[in-house]
């Protein structure tokens, strides 16, 4: 399952009310950390497929809902199952960090 994207306006539809957990990359263009682990989480996502669903939100296009969760650094990637966050993990980490990270929270 690739790498999807969501904004202010889907964020509820796509995130909150999704079926599965969701992992959501808070990140930024100009952001070099967030651009690193980008393809791991590509790679993540490719490899454990239907049980996660990874989106990334650009904060700089959708400041409020970064601002909601208290994004104050990027990336941010943030775990949330039912409608609630679930678990943390701010800055970049390794591949087989952020992978164990998810695995343990789906």
């Not at 682990?37 to 049980?51: C, F, R, V, Y």
């Not at 199952?81 to 390794?94: F, I, L």
Request: proline residues 6%; contains cysteine; aromatic residues 6%.
């Amino acid at each position: 399952m690739a790498v999807g994207k969501v904004s202010d306006a889907d964020f509820e539809s796509e995130v909150l009310n999704a079926a599965g957990p969701v992992v959501v990359d808070f990140w930024a263009e100009w952001c070099g950390p967030c651009r690193m682990i980008a393809p791991a989480l590509d790679e993540i996502s490719g490899a454990l497929g239907e049980k996660v669903k990874i989106v990334k939100l650009n904060v700089d296009e959708n400041p409020h809902t970064a601002s909601k969760y208290g994004v104050m650094s990027i990336p941010t990637l943030l775990i949330f199952k039912g409608g609630e966050m679930a678990s943390r993990q701010v800055g970049a980490a390794p591949k087989q960090k952020l992978h164990q990270w998810i695995s343990a929270a789906v």
